[in-house]
């Protein structure tokens, strides 16, 4: 419109009877003038448009149209139907009038883009790459009906045919982000020699024009960090997604989307603890909604966790172990990681932690889901998912058990049994109890009044508190005799 301003020339004219047709002037550079054509020269086109109420001319150089559309009152009658009835959702409505239309215009490319769009909201692509692809016979500059006919394309499963119209369209449109997102996503998924190459320029290209856009800053990054043909990563192609994720943050911290995938790459090159840190700092922005700053805490939680190196059965203080753990937090938190995985191979484990916040929420059935869960995917993960697959195998029996309301572990438990129900439920005495008589069975005095003390310590009833106390004073009377008689 600038270079349209710079070579206009608008002369203010008393206000006149508007001409009952409205006529369109197409330019070169794709913008449309509608208005009244007063005049058309070899040298320019003299247009009348409207200014509230009054009307301006605009002299318009003949070098910079394209082409003028002239349209009798009837025909903008229709169109003016159609662009009604499209804005009030009534697409048959439109398509009605569009047809009309085409057939009074059969040679307006205009008029068959229009039906084309329609026919493509109604989801008829057949009828619409049809009417889209006479559009760009007719007018085989018009960026717009070339797009819409490389989408019309793609949805009838035609992508060589539609990749050829997206290039067209940037070749037209090259600064219209569309038309190279689109190109870049068929290429990708058409994955053919080169193809690769070219669409990672067409993303390039399309950054360039809309260096803000989060979604391309996204596809991009994960066509750089996509595996190779043989399956192996591209370290260089890593460090590139990186580069494309940390400058978008750094322009936009609010960048939800962005942020998260940053956090994935940097805890995927070993450094969660910058991982967390990013995304801790998400879920400290009071402006950004309450299901994203959810969201980056539980996963600025879970490399929290990755940096201390797994340490504990749970990230942070998503753990149900934790004397002041929040529950329904611990849950919410823990849900948003599965639903969404940063790191597959971490499943197991976190189905764990979500079972162990159902049992000590003391809902057993749940539990019991979440148990099943984890058994089958540390099962389905192998020798490396070991632990979390005899862990899930104890809680289903202390599960059983506590639904019989009978002993939690058996008189004869082995230690290291014991030893791992009380890590794995030491909010629950029953577990400090059931550890506490095998160390005392085996002789260990000392550490069984410790577990003991343990258990009276999580205690709901007095009475219970003074059982376990007593057992743990027993205990530490044994431990006392034993080196009293040392020696004798």
Known sequence: ??????????????????????????????????????????????????????????????????WVRRLAAADARLQRD????????????????????????????????????????????AGAAAALERACALDGLDFEAHLQLAQAL?????????????????????????????LSRLLLARGARRDREEALDALARA???????????????????APGPDGDLDPTGLAQARAVLEALVARRPDAAAATRSLG?????????????????????????????????????ALYGWLAAGLRGPAPGDLDAGHDDVDLAR???????????????ALAPRLLLARARVALRGQDLDEAGEWLEHAALAAAAAGPDAG?????????????????RAGPLLGPEVAIAKARQAARLLPWLPAAHEALARALERDGAY????????????????RDERDRLEAAAAAARDAAARRERNRGL
Request: proline share 5%.
């Open 154 to 182: 793609e949805a009838l499963g035609r992508t060589d045919d539609a990749i050829e119209r997206f290039r067209r369209a940037t070749r037209l449109g090259p600064r219209h982000v569309v038309a190279w997102r689109g």
């Open 82 to 125: 159609a662009e009604a009835a499209l804005v009030r959702g009534d697409v048959a409505a439109a398509i009605s009038a569009l047809r009309r239309l085409v057939e009074a215009r059969p040679d307006d490319p205009r008029a068959r883009r229009e039906l084309g769009f329609a026919l493509l909201l109604q989801g008829d692509h």
């Open 264 to 300: 994935r790459l940097l805890a995927a090159a070993g450094e969660a603890g910058r991982a967390k840190e990013r995304l801790a700092a998400l879920a400290a922005r009071e402006d950004a909604p309450p299901e994203v700053r959810d969201g980056a805490a539980a996963e600025a």
């Open 1 to 66: 419109m600038r270079a349209l301003a710079a070579a206009a020339v608008a002369l203010a004219l008393a206000l006149a009877p508007a001409r009952a047709g409205e006529d369109e002037v197409i330019l070169r550079d794709g913008t449309s003038i509608h208005g009244e054509v007063v005049e058309e020269r070899p040298d320019l086109v003299r247009v009348a448009v409207a200014r509230g109420l009054d009307r301006v001319v605009i002299d318009l150089p003949r070098a910079q149209v394209h």
């Open 330 to 344: 611990a849950a919410r938190a823990l849900d948003l990681l599965l639903d969404d995985l940063p790191h597959p």
């Open 207 to 225: 950054s360039r024009e809309a260096p803000d856009d989060e979604g391309l800053a996204l596809a991009r990054a994960a066509a750089l960090a």
């Open 446 to 461: 000392e550490d069984a009044a410790l577990a003991f003390t343990r258990a009276a310590a999580r205690a709901a009833e």
């Open 387 to 403: 632990s979390v697959l005899a862990d899930a195998l104890l809680l289903q029996e202390v599960v059983v058990a506590l639904r």
